[in-house]
């Protein structure tokens, strides 16, 4: 038995697995790490804070503030949508019908999602025309601003499209597994509103068995970049679309500070993950 | 009643129906001509000039069709077999839930940042700009989501089962041909749907890695977005939908990620009141 578990320890394959996860990550952190520090690059002067000092003042700070925010508000508004519908599947009779529907929205890509509600809600769009064919309003100029906009809207009406049908689906499936019709019965029996049981059954009942799975997506979310590359506005921009725009610019001064942002937002997300892969630990690593 | 309650699922069916409504954009988008602000219906011109240019290939899409199929294509195969292999390795060893760990650190940063870190080391091995390049970059972040997905497939019940045929004399062979693959084909067309998605939306790392020079459908559509061309993007947007459209009507399941322990999906019970597991 010993023999085994030793011979298992040093199995070749799962070093070369752990490699593959490890090795691409930490080299490609490294670089960054030492480019940030001013430690190699073609203006390199040798060590310097000064990247990491630019990180927390102006634009970068900016950009991490705006995509926190934006994160923040797409998962509130996804969440909102997928406890609404899954809601509404669990006690209404027809609801049902609205399962099939949500698989569709997932079969776009976040690039086409973006370029579909652009062209749904541009000024001069369908939405446009199809209100002004109403007579709602007189044309371009009197259309309100949907993308590319002050409030995001156009990146949340995506978000909200790409993630709350996912977590919709999920929900109604955690539903079931909860028994959840018979555990509304019951409460209805001892005298609970139905918004009691949303409340107080519901809700919590789906976001101990959900809660990892929607907080991944979180994750997700504040990864993105197609989607407010294409309906984000210049400024504030999210930090993905920051950083590329550094790292693609001609003035080579700002390649430290690229590679800070992305050093930062990656060991920013490793040790978010690391908190909620102790966490939510049961959930996330059963195999 | 009966009628009643017929009724009001036609008016969520409506409801649910607005979620095609992207999709119907991007169709008319793609059809029409000469698209002046009012022009809507009875003013607009329509066309067949845009999937005339996607089938004679020219812009391009085509040739960016055929790519993605082959880079996505590629990329599930060889990640999905290599992650399900690896995945019952892992799951076999005493440190399982640290080497599971590991996997989510490359499948949840962004692909776009990891392109970022990764960038120096593609150009200075020479992979920048390649076919090769980009394969690897995205099966670098593909793999461990295949690990993660298949990981479910090698759970308790089935290492037990596992152990029950060794013991009554299954030997290496019989084991794979006799147990794990008749029992994991279904995971398998499911986790490969899965990472062929993976691959087929990703646009900001090969965008990065591929410097243009791997112009898969995603750049496609972002270059027709830019040079202001809305028509050239919905066709290329819908040829990117038509593949996971086709795999909607053959298996919805395929579109469960099954990650963070959802609990239910990828090989899900669809029928209601399904215990828990």
């Known amino acids: 038995m010993m023999q085994i578990r030793r011979m298992r320890r040093l199995d070749p394959w799962l070093l070369l697995y752990v490699a593959v996860l490890v090795l691409p990550l930490l080299f490609g952190l490294g670089y960054s790490l030492a480019y940030s520090f001013g430690m190699i690059g073609l203006l390199s002067e040798g060590f310097s804070l000064g990247a990491w000092q630019r990180l927390f003042e102006g634009d970068a700070a900016d950009a991490f503030l705006y995509t926190l925010a934006l994160t923040f508000w797409s998962l509130v508004l996804a969440l909102v949508f997928a406890y609404a519908a899954s809601w509404a599947m669990l006690i209404r009779p027809g609801a049902g019908r609205l399962y099939p529907w949500l698989f569709v929205p997932l079969t776009l890509a976040p690039v086409v999602a973006a370029f579909a509600v652009f062209a749904w809600l541009n000024p001069a769009g369908l939405l446009s025309r199809l209100t002004f064919a109403l007579g709602v309003h007189d044309g371009v100029q009197d259309f309100p601003r949907l993308v590319q906009d002050a409030g995001s809207i156009g990146i949340l009406v995506v978000h909200t499209l790409l993630v709350g049908p996912v977590l919709a689906i999920v929900f109604r499936q955690q539903a079931n597994a909860e028994r959840m019709p018979a555990l509304r019965k019951t409460a209805r029996s001892l005298g609970a509103s139905d918004a009691v049981v949303f409340f107080r059954v519901f809700v919590p009942a789906i976001w101990r068995r959900s809660g990892a799975f929607v907080l991944l997506y979180g994750v997700y979310l504040f990864g993105t970049y197609e989607v407010p590359l294409l309906l984000g506005r210049s400024q504030p921009r999210v930090l993905t679309v920051y950083i590329t725009d550094q790292m693609t610019r001609f003035d080579l001064g700002n390649l430290p500070l690229a590679h800070a942002a992305a050093s930062a937002y990656a060991l920013a997300v490793m040790i978010l993950l690391l908190r909620l892969l102790t966490r939510w630990n049961r959930r996330l690593l059963q195999p | ?277």
């Open chain 2, 1 to 277: 009643m009966q009628k009643q309650k017929k009724h009001a699922g036609l008016g969520w069916s409506l409801v649910g129906s607005l979620l095609v409504l992207p999709l119907l954009g991007l169709v008319y988008v793609s059809v029409v001509e000469q698209w002046r602000f009012p022009a809507l219906f009875g003013d607009a011109r329509f066309t067949l000039r845009h999937w005339q240019a996607f089938w004679n290939n020219g812009n391009g899409l085509r040739g960016g069709l055929g790519l993605s199929l082959l880079l996505s294509g590629s990329v599930a195969l060889s990640a999905a077999t290599a992650g399900f292999w690896m995945a019952g390795r892992v799951a076999r060893h005493p440190q399982r839930r640290f080497l599971l760990g590991l996997a989510y650190f490359p499948y949840l940063v962004a692909p776009v940042i990891l392109g970022v870190l990764w960038q120096h080391w593609w150009v200075r091995f020479g992979w920048s700009g390649t076919f090769g390049g980009v394969f690897l970059a995205q099966w670098l972040f593909v793999f461990p989501y295949a690990v993660l997905f298949f990981a479910g497939f090698w759970n308790d019940r089935f290492r037990k089962l596992l152990f029950q045929a060794r013991s009554l004399g299954a030997y290496r062979r019989k084991l794979w041909l006799g147990v794990v693959l008749p029992m994991g084909l279904p995971w398998l067309a499911v986790g490969l749907f899965q990472c062929f998605l993976l691959s087929w939306f990703e646009y900001g790392m090969t965008q990065l890695i591929g410097v243009g020079k791997v112009p898969t459908l995603t750049i496609r559509t972002v270059l027709f977005v830019q040079e202001a061309n809305p028509h050239g993007a919905a066709v290329a947007g819908l040829l990117m939908a038509l593949p996971p459209l086709v795999l909607l009507g053959l298996n919805r399941s395929v579109f469960l990620r099954r990650v963070g322990g959802s609990g239910a999906s990828a090989i899900p019970t669809d029928e209601p009141h399904a215990g828990p597991r």
